[in-house]
Nanobody
Framework: QVQLVESGGGLAQAGDSLRLSCAAS????????MAWFRQAPGKEREFVAGITRTGGNTYYTDSVRGRFTISRDNAKNLVYLQMDTLLPEDTAIYYCAAGPIPRSVPLGYNYWGRGTQVTVSS
């Protein structure tokens, strides 16, 4: 059974940094593209960042490009989201997802974690 477990969320102030981790219990982790999505209260789930199976290519939504960095460690079945220069509008539940290719829509992913809360105060 595939499980994705996020960690690293919490409270931060504007300008701070946080690093999210996602531990994947997937038999062949390197066969999946990975992504981070987020969902703020009253809003739809939105794509934040994606990474290809080998980590050779990464993708970001415009609002986080230059501030967030996605990476993965296929030897440890981990994917990370380094979040720098946090803004109050980054407040959301952040979800890890696994799928065949890094797409920017939730329907493109087979597996999801339960999410980790990130709250950024001004």
């Amino acid at each position: 059974q595939v499980q994705l477990v996020e960690s690293g969320g919490g409270l931060a102030q504007a300008g701070d940094s946080l690093r999210l981790s996602c531990a994947a219990s997937i038999r062949i982790f390197s066969s999946y593209a990975m992504a981070w999505f987020r969902q703020a209260p009253g809003k739809e789930r939105e794509f934040v960042a994606g990474i290809t199976r080998t980590g050779g290519n990464t993708y970001y939504t415009d609002s986080v490009r230059g501030r967030f960095t996605i990476s993965r460690d296929n030897a440890k079945n981990l994917v990370y989201l380094q979040m720098d220069t946090l803004l109050p509008e980054d407040t959301a539940i952040y979800y890890c997802a696994a799928g065949p290719i890094p797409r920017s829509v939730p329907l493109g992913y087979n597996y999801w974690g339960r999410g980790t809360q990130v709250t950024v105060s001004s």
